[in-house]
T-cell receptor, first 112, second 112 residues
Framework: DAGVTQSPTHLIKTRGQQVTLRCSPI?????VSWYQQVLGQGPQFIFQ???????GRGNFPDRFSARQFPNYSSELNVNALLLGDSALYLC???????????FGSGTRLTVV | QKEVEQNSGPLSVPEGAIASLNCTYS??????FFWYRQYSGKSPELIMS????GDKEDGRFTAQLNKASQYVSLLIRDSQPSDSATYLC????????????FGPGTRLSVLP
């Protein structure tokens, strides 16, 4: 079975640009969450979607948005990129509330 | 006070020894607790989950939870060099969403 897949794996953007990151959950998983991990820190929660509805939002500015599609895949959008947005963006999927997540390999975003 | 705290390490143990990793959390209402292992440059990998007070064993790993003390730990018996990684403690704050709060991680180094 395929795990959580994320694309692209690496991305370089210029300040002020917009970026879209994509995630496909494990087959059968209806929950997708997005995390940002800056080097040397633990992942920070950005969004959670379950059955295409937003179930949670972390402490991130409105420049960050996400959505989940009928096939449970998800996109994370970040507008007006700042240097501080440079990080590893992790997508995780799960089958039930309160169970541990499986993470994808991440998208490393570099903003220059 | 940070929501989830861990010693950043590095924690160095000789091969074959027991590695003890500790985590404290601030939200007394937290319901479930997870340990993730993250190798350098890779995404976090779920290794243990624990939901009730006491010990939970899985192979060489034992998770311990004490909700009264708001403390969760991970013991790794017969440590191997391949266990060298950063260990992330994650706490789920509610039963509805999956708002996982991660600690900063403890870097473990197992010396051959």
């Amino acid at each position: 079975d395929a795990g959580v897949t994320q694309s692209p794996t690496h991305l370089i953007k210029t300040r002020g640009q917009q970026v879209t990151l994509r995630c496909s959950p494990i087959s059968g998983h209806k929950s997708v969450s997005w995390y940002q991990q800056v080097l040397g820190q633990g992942p920070q929660f950005i969004f959670q979607y379950y059955e295409k509805e937003e179930r949670g939002r972390g402490n991130f500015p409105d420049r960050f948005s996400a959505r989940q599609f009928p096939n449970y895949s998800s996109e994370l959008n970040v507008n007006a990129l700042l240097l501080g947005d440079s990080a590893l963006y992790l997508c995780a999927s799960g089958s039930r509330v309160n169970y541990g997540y499986t993470f994808g390999s991440g998208t490393r975003l570099t903003v220059v | 006070q940070k929501e989830v705290e861990q010693n950043s390490g590095p924690l160095s143990v000789p091969e074959g020894a027991i590695a003890s990793l500790n985590c404290t959390y601030s939200d007394r209402g937290s319901q479930s607790f997870f340990w993730y292992r993250q190798y350098s440059g890779k995404s976090p990998e779920l290794i243990m989950s624990i939901y009730s007070n006491g010990d939970k064993e899985d192979g060489r790993f034992t998770a311990q939870l004490n909700k009264a003390s708001q403390y969760v730990s991970l013991l790794i018996r017969d440590s191997q060099p391949s266990d060298s990684a950063t260990y992330l403690c994650a706490v789920n704050k509610d039963n509805y969403g999956q708002n996982f709060v991660f600690g900063p991680g403890t870097r473990l180094s197992v010396l051959p």
